[in-house]
């Protein structure tokens, strides 16, 4: 069975949580006991009907003040696929956690109100989505029973929607109209709506292609452990790398080349506790042996000698601000890419992204919460990375306070001279 | 040629990968092992990450001393077949000289107590991350937690000072005296580590199939007789015989059974697929008390 995994967001009350509980509850995800307690506690208030939505109220705050704070991650199954959602909540100062959702999430669901269509909010939601990589998009255009199931105002959400999405990177993009709250086109293809001849959002989310997203053509293998169990006799010249394949397919016997150093060897095995392998492909957890004794840390990586990655100290990349103190030239920041750590100094704002419009403002100087822009940064040591549009797992990176060591940012590696 | 892993193979690699990052990444990290499923799980997953070597940091199990004797022979068990150092928190012995208090009730629950134990096991190990089976399709607030979650010098959660997680790129940087929580089954459901069992032919204790206990019912739950937890005559309570099976193994006092007829890990997961009651809902008296039961636990920096 395959996994995909998506990130929902919308405006408050678009319906999202209606849906997502709707999603649960329809593909019987959704225990006895669950439904006992929603029943109870839309009885407490006040509610004529047992609130789906209810179902997807996490923490004590977020009931309280009847708001999503943080990003929830939910899991259900249908016979052909088994799915992750990142639920993201939808108010503004909370473009971080969109970010954070759609980072390692294959599609993306935005919601809109029939009535209202696409807001400031979707567009900066689909516009997040793009430059997170998201290749599949699907608007539900939601509460259709408010405007009579009409096919006008359908097709009118939808062009104004696919107008804007027709800037975006986005390639595939998908308009269901559907009532959360009746069930329309959510499981079922809705009886009231006969003029659509689409599919419902579950049946799209089970059938989306979304195999050849990943990249198997550039070999990458950052090294994530030396494996060297010196304490046992018989594994005394043991010597391995663990790690994920980021990218492309290693295959035992391929030459491959080492950086920093630039040593080209050979893949003598790939191997796992379950025994050896011939071939290893992402997402695949492995250990690597090489056919020379090389000298290879964690943070390495492994490719092929004519499909290399980009090594610089110099880099260009858009990134999601996401710390209450600005971020301003100068300042030096903790990085994570791959397996590597290394220190950063942002030299330049380039330009603040105006979601909204995709206007770039190049006055900017900084950058505030939830802000996403464009900067120039030099590392203390090189990395191996690719354009992230085209590798998602080297192309990625995080910046970290050094003296709070919290995440500020989300990066998304450019073309060294773009 | 496809190269596409199944659902299990991706969750595999995804828990193999983040407990690499642990043993790259910290000093002294160590995994939690109750004895039940999902340690079991993460146990085997630890096995895996590590080979060739052997698993490098210590086994943690907090020992409410109401546990199951089926867990505790399964745990010595695979603790002496892997040659893993056990290191035991006793709750009995934090209780008898004096640091924490038991609820005078009769066979009253020592699930809040643990919290104590535990901290104090990890403060004195000097661990700086934890290896935990939390999932988050058990409940609410675990829903929100981070894989790698951050606890302050009291070992608390901040639900609301979380840091965002991105991509595989997990951030463990902490202050001394500060450790993680790490979950590497977050995204796993119950289905999937039932799956993963029977694929890898992981041991359990007896207890998680079906067998014939003397049980009571109480408040709705299947408890089992025994030197904790006894029927009360006076409440209406009595003992009586039935064949169960667990879905989770805890302190005997509020663990409940399930009635069952499950006696391989094939039936455990029809039976699963078809459930109609939450792993929590049919077995934790704990949970039921208030909707915001574990979030405050969470907070307290239980497991
Ligand atoms: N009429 C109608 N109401 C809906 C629909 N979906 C959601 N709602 C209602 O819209 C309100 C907000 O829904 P909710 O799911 O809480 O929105 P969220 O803030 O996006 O999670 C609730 O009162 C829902 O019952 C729909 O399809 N039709």
Request: charged share 30%; proline share 4%.
């Amino acid at each position: 069975m395959e996994l995909l995994r998506f990130a929902t967001a919308g405006s408050v009350d678009d319906g999202k949580s209606t849906l997502i509980g709707r999603l649960l509850y329809d593909s019987k995800q959704v225990f006895e006991d669950q439904l006992e307690a929603i029943e109870r506690s839309s009885l407490a208030r006040g509610d004529e009907f047992t609130n789906l939505a209810l179902l997807t109220d996490g923490l004590r705050a977020e009931r309280e003040q009847g708001i999503t704070i943080d990003v929830a991650y939910r899991y259900f199954a249908t016979p052909r696929r088994k799915f992750i959602i990142a639920d993201t909540p939808g108010h503004t100062q909370h473009t971080r956690n969109m970010v954070t959702g759609c980072s390692t999430a294959d599609l993306v669901v935005l919601l809109v109100d029939a009535r209202v269509g696409p807001t400031e909010q979707t567009r900066r939601h689909a516009t997040v989505a793009s430059l997170l990589g998201i290749r599949h998009l699907v608007l539900c255009i939601n509460k259709m029973d408010l405007v009579e199931f009409e096919r006008t105002r359908f097709e009118a959400v939808r062009r104004e929607f696919e107008d804007f999405a027709a800037r975006l990177e986005v390639t595939d993009v998908t308009c269901i109209p559907m009532s959360a709250l009746e069930g329309d086109n959510v499981v079922d293809r809705s009886s009231e709506m006969k003029w659509y001849d689409g599919p419902s959002l579950l049946h799209h989310l089970e059938q989306v292609h979304i195999g050849s997203d990943r990249n198997l053509i550039d070999l990458r293998f950052p090294v994530q452990r030396v494996v060297r169990p010196i304490a046992s006799s018989e594994l005394r010249d043991y010597r391995g790398y663990a790690g994920e394949v980021a990218s492309g397919v290693l295959e035992v016997g391929d030459e491959v080349m080492v950086l920093p150093s630039g040593f080209s060897t050979t893949v003598e095995a790939i191997e796992t506790a379950d025994g050896p392998r011939k071939e290893a492909y992402p997402p695949a957890s492995v250990v690597v042996r090489l056919a020379d004794e090389l000298d290879i840390s964690r943070g390495d990586m492994l490719c092929r000698p004519r499909n290399r990655p980009t090594s610089g100290q110099d880099l260009s990349a858009m990134v999601c601000w996401m710390a209450d103190r600005p971020l301003r030239k100068g300042a030096k920041l903790a990085l994570k890419h791959t397996t590597r750590w290394a220190r950063a100094l942002v030299k330049d704002v380039t330009y603040r992204l105006d979601v909204n419009t995709l206007h770039r403002d190049r006055s900017a100087d900084g950058l505030e919460l939830n802000d996403i822009g464009r900067l120039d940064l030099r590392t203390t040591v090189p990395l191996f990375y690719d354009e992230y549009r085209v590798n998602r797992a080297t192309g990625s990176f995080i910046l970290v306070d050094e003296a709070t060591n919290a995440t500020v940012a989300a990066g998304m590696l450019l073309r060294a001279n773009d | 040629m496809t190269y596409r892993l199944s659902h299990l193979d991706v969750l595999e690699s995804e828990a193999i990968f983040i407990m690499r990052e642990v043993v790259a990444e910290f000093e002294k990290p160590a995994l939690l092992f109750s004895g039940g499923k999902d340690s079991a799980v993460l146990l085997r997953l630890a096995v895996k990450a590590c080979w060739p070597q052997r698993v490098p940091f210590q086994i943690v199990h907090v020992d409410t001393g109401h546990n199951f004797p089926e867990v505790l022979d399964y745990r010595d068990h695979q603790v002496e077949s892997l040659g893993v150092h056990l290191v035991v928190g006793s709750v009995q012995e934090d209780i008898d000289r004096g640091a924490i208090v038991e609820h005078p009730a009769p066979g009253a629950t020592r699930n809040r107590l643990q919290t104590f134990t535990l901290l104090r096991v990890i403060e004195e190990g000097g661990y700086d991350a934890v290896l935990g089976g939390g999932r988050r399709d058990e409940e609410k607030a675990r829903a929100k937690e981070r894989v790698f979650s951050l606890r302050d010098e009291f070992g608390q959660w901040d639900p609301r000072a979380q840091r965002p997680e991105l991509w595989h790129l997990y951030n463990t940087r902490h202050q001394s005296g500060e450790h993680f929580r790490v979950f590497p089954l977050s995204n796993w459901t119950e289905l999937d580590i039932w799956q993963y069992i029977e694929r890898e032919s992981v041991p359990l204790p007896e207890i998680y199939f079906a067998h014939e206990r003397e049980v009571f019912r109480r408040g709705g739950l299947l408890l089992a007789v025994g030197p904790y937890s006894k029927p009360r005559a006076d409440h209406g309570e009595s003992a009586f015989s039935a064949t169960v099976r667990y879905r989770t193994v805890g302190d005997m006092t509020c663990t409940a059974a399930v009635e069952s007829k499950a006696t391989t890990t094939g039936e455990v997961i029809i039976e699963t697929a078809m459930s109609r009651v939450s792993e929590r809902g049919a077995t934790r008296a704990d949970d039921r008390f208030s909707e915001a039961a574990m979030e405050d636990r969470k907070r307290e920096g239980y497991f």
